[in-house]
């Protein structure tokens, strides 16, 4: 089996920052830009996201830069997408509510509640919707296992089931550990609904030398996934 090598490569540089923000956030200089095709065919890079974050360094706020394509000369200008409100609780719970910006208002697009254990570690992460009437619905869930040293073993997505109305197996992930507690290990699995058994998609084993530096990841996937 042939394994392809992915190099990343981040590029730092100056941006435009926007013009204005709330009073109540914090701009950082986090800036996310993603590479486009000009309309008359050459590569440039231009501001994409601007990501603003409150005073507990949450994200608080996500806009869009607009650059438009078909008309260069028309005004370019930051374009509020989302914004996100934050509540903490004595239960251990994390609430965070996503609104998204439709004209001139903001309306409630995702709420996720987000339960720690006693590690302050999240052991659930709910995932709750509008429905027709404004009215929340669950969509999906995360559930985390941890090992002694509260490193997580397995990560298990569920998704709800209107019909049932109760949750069904979706997605697996399953994480190994060395006595150094790197990983060694990691396994994908995906829940088949015919034979209702986990499905192996990917693996990942990882190499390391004496001095513990990773020096090898070998990714094994599903043949049908290959085109």
Do not use: C
């Not at 089996?1 to 730092?12: C, Q």
């Not at 603003?52 to 650059?67: E, G, I, K, T, W």
């Amino acid at each position: 089996m042939k394994h392809r090598l992915l190099t990343l490569t981040i590029l730092a540089a100056s941006i435009q920052l926007p013009a204005q923000a709330p009073a109540n956030l914090r701009i950082d200089s986090s800036y996310q830009r993603t590479r486009e095709i000009a309309f008359i065919g050459f590569y440039y890079w231009h501001n994409a996201q601007a990501f603003d974050y409150d005073n507990f360094d949450s994200l608080a706020q996500r806009r869009v830069y607009q650059y438009p394509t078909e008309f260069p000369e028309s005004p370019k200008y930051w374009e509020d997408r989302f914004r996100y409100f934050h509540s903490y609780f004595s239960q251990k719970k994390v609430v965070v509510e996503e609104r998204a910006h439709d004209s001139a208002a903001w309306a409630l697009y995702r709420r996720t509640t987000q339960t720690l254990n006693p590690a302050n570690k999240p052991s659930e992460i709910l995932n709750e919707f509008p429905d027709w009437n404004d009215s929340l619905r669950p969509v999906s869930r995360y559930l985390f296992t941890y090992n002694p040293a509260d490193l997580v073993t397995e990560r298990l997505l569920e998704s709800w089931n209107k019909q049932t109305a109760g949750w069904e197996p979706n997605r697996q992930l399953l994480v190994q550990y060395d006595s150094m507690n790197r990983e060694v290990f990691i396994q994908e699995n995906d829940w088949d609904t015919d034979s209702l058994a986990w499905e192996v998609q990917r693996e990942n084993i990882f190499l390391y030398n004496a001095l513990g530096r990773k020096i090898e990841q070998i990714e094994s996937r599903r043949l049908s996934d290959f085109r």
